[in-house]
């Protein structure tokens, strides 16, 4: 079977990716693709992984947790989404180290379904407004606790990509930008779903509908229909015109208000994240998705 796991990063789509999954749940039935609602597995995964503590799972681990997932349905494909996989945001930079469950977690997922095709989904996130984020979903109310004595020039999703590869190299991974989702985000559904580039998809208009104006959204639907782009290309450059001049600001506008999260502070982790997704998108092993 194959087995789509979405693994956040935390602080991006926000679950708006399994919604819009959710909503073609009938049509990829069809083709044997299953997705089940996250209270299916989230918790059970989770507990399970706990249980195992470290210990190999049992032969009849990965049918069980299966079965109850689907039911005792069959599928071809499974398809799970989870942000806070690895850990929830307060823990991301516990004991110093950015994701430091990533080696367990994962490893003991690899475990579990080793005689499956995994396929492992990452949207990434400017550190720069990822941390303040981070901080903001998470219980911890001191920033330098927070941190636990992490250094900016540690903040590199790379190397998280490159633990990932490192713990489960038989599995593939598909990597994107979080900021680059209003333009691929019908391509990141068909992408974890599995189905093909051209086939039909409900909601994929959701992300953008959220961050630009009624008005916008309406006028793109007709620009549309009277001039239907021939490739996904053009399509994405007609989203990002409209775009531009029908943004929701606000919801466009991060603000940032952390002590010591200075412009500079700012301008440095978004330059090193833009050389770091340069260096992600070449790494072996990995399927970059890019506007």
Not at 177 to 194: M, Y
Not at 264 to 273: A, F, K, P, S
Request: with cysteine.
């Amino acid at each position: 079977m194959q087995i789509a796991l979405h693994i956040g990063a935390a602080c991006t789509d926000e679950d708006r990716l399994l919604k819009t999954l959710l909503k073609n749940t009938e049509n990829f039935a069809a083709e044997g693709i299953k997705i089940p609602g996250p209270g299916k597995y989230r918790r059970l995964i989770r507990e399970t992984i706990q249980n195992l503590n470290g210990a190999p799972p049992s032969a009849m681990t990965r049918d069980v947790l299966v079965d109850a997932i689907l039911d005792d349905e069959s599928a071809n494909r499974l398809v799970m989404s989870n942000s806070a996989f690895i850990c929830v945001p307060n823990r991301i930079f516990e004991n110093g180290v950015f994701y430091e469950q990533l080696e367990s977690k994962l490893g003991a997922f690899g475990q579990i379904f080793a005689n499956d095709d995994i396929e492992l989904f990452l949207g990434l996130r400017n550190p720069a407004t990822f941390v303040p984020a981070a901080f903001e979903q998470g219980k911890t109310k001191n920033f330098v606790e927070f941190l636990s004595g992490i250094q900016i020039e540690q903040l590199v999703w790379s190397h998280v990509v490159e633990r990932i590869r490192a713990v489960l190299p038989q599995a593939s991974l598909t990597v994107w930008c979080n900021e680059d989702t209003p333009l691929i985000w019908a391509q990141l559904v068909r992408e974890i779903s599995g189905v093909d580039p051209l086939t039909k998809i409900s909601g994929g208009f959701d992300l953008l509908a959220t961050i630009m104006t009624e008005d916008g959204m309406a006028r793109l639907g007709a620009y549309l229909k009277t001039h239907p782009p021939q490739t996904e290309v053009q399509k994405r450059r007609i989203i990002a015109a409209f775009l531009e001049r029908y943004a929701i600001e606000d919801e466009i506008v991060e603000e940032m208000d952390l002590e010591g999260w200075t412009e500079e502070v700012v301008n440095h982790l978004t330059e090193q994240y833009e050389e770091d997704v340069f260096r992600i998108e070449r790494m072996p092993g990995v399927t970059f998705i890019s506007p």
